[in-house]
């Protein structure tokens, strides 16, 4: 498709809205709003959320004629949110793995304290990860 923008590893950046997908954000939506853990301020998205139903089959969606567009865009900023910082989490706790296997040197070299010799490898998680890879 012409106009899209791709990164050097030819991947396109964006969100992919599956049938798999769809479903998990608008339970994720569900939940927050039973646990009150949404505020919302646009009137125009609470009138979105008040025609939004569940239609035979169990796909929720607008009644006809209306829109969810609003109620979308919440769906997919609350899934994106909550699932950006469980992978944050991730990335702190592997981080600090590492760095409890790599240490400096009284002449300010780091080092591994791992059972590898080379200082740019260490062991994360029961792998040898190699530092360089990260440069």
Do not use: C
Not at 19 to 39: N, Y
Not at 73 to 82: C, E, K, Q, S, T
Not at 94 to 99: A, D, E, N, P, Q
Request: charged share 25%; net charge positive.
């Amino acid at each position: 498709m012409r106009g899209l923008l791709k990164s050097n590893d030819g991947k396109t950046p964006g969100f992919t809205n599956t049938s798999v997908v769809r479903p998990l954000m608008i339970s994720k939506l569900e939940k927050l709003f039973r646990e009150e853990a949404v505020i919302v301020h646009s009137n125009r998205l609470l009138n979105e959320l008040s025609t939004f139903i569940y239609k035979r089959g169990g796909k929720a969606e607008a009644i006809h004629g209306k829109n969810d567009d609003l109620v979308m865009a919440a769906a997919i900023g609350l899934y994106v949110r909550d699932t950006a910082i469980v992978l944050l989490q991730e990335s702190i706790k592997s981080t600090k793995r590492m760095l409890k296997y790599t240490g400096k040197s009284a002449s300010g070299n780091m080092y591994s304290n791992g059972a590898n010799e080379d200082p740019w490898v260490a062991e994360v998680g029961g792998h040898l990860m190699n530092l360089r890879d990260f440069l």
